[in-house]
């Protein structure tokens, strides 16, 4: 299964990944055939000749994940705030929410994305996956999610380290500037540092600016925070695009499990 993984979560190889939309379908024949007697496929290729799939994968950044125990629980997404926590022998979906929340170590969760800020958060024996489309980022479901780690788990902000995965950045995301003055009510008037003003009333937003620094403001430490993966409009990889192709765009996956807690 090839992932983009999170470069400084090595220790978290094999339970979170952004999944691209073809591999989110499955690997493809030859990947499969690769795997099939157990070997690593990456082992496997001939240095002189990898297959272009791989190669092109490699070049982007994707990295070789490993399957999680179950297929990621999901939930209906609905651009909201709330948080459900997932318990062993869940079915998808969950239930209606843009974060799911799971303490169980190797029970994966997982959100589909294409343009959203899809987040990962990583935090001792608890992971969570959130949508951050412009509504829930507005509603602040970064922040709901982070409270949910505190009551629930009693994690620290500064326990937890973040990763925005592959969305539409600060360079295509065009908005009504009546959207983005929506988030200066609410955040403050420091949201109009990641925006840029273009004609007619529009302008751009830095959505996965905007969240890093709502995780930041909230105690995430600033090196917690990462940024993975291009804008899903403008960007090289194979990263759907809902703005660029529309909505048979298919979605990209990104998941994350617990590990054992220290
Ligand atoms: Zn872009």
Known sequence: MLD??????????????FRPPDAAKGPSPALRAQQMDGTPPAEQVPPAQPPQELLRAQQLGLGLGVQPLNEPLRAQQVHGVAVIEVSPGAQSPVGEADALVSATVGLA????TADCVPILLDAPGVVAAVHAGWRGSLEGVVLATLRH????????????RVALGPSIDGCCFEIEREIAARFAVRWGSRVWRLWRE??????????????????LEAGVGENAIERVGPCTFCGPGPWASYRREGPDCGRQLAWVAPGPRP
Do not use: C, Q, Y
């Open 149 to 160: 780690l505190a009551t629930r788990h009693g994690v620290a902000p500064a326990e937890v």
């Open 4 to 17: 983009l993984l999170v470069p400084s979560w090595s220790d978290a190889a094999g339970r979170h990944g």
């Open 198 to 215: 273009r004609p007619a009333g529009k302008g751009t937003l830095d959505l996965r600016g905007f969240n890093a620094l709502v995780l």
């Open 109 to 112: 969760v997982g959100i589909a």
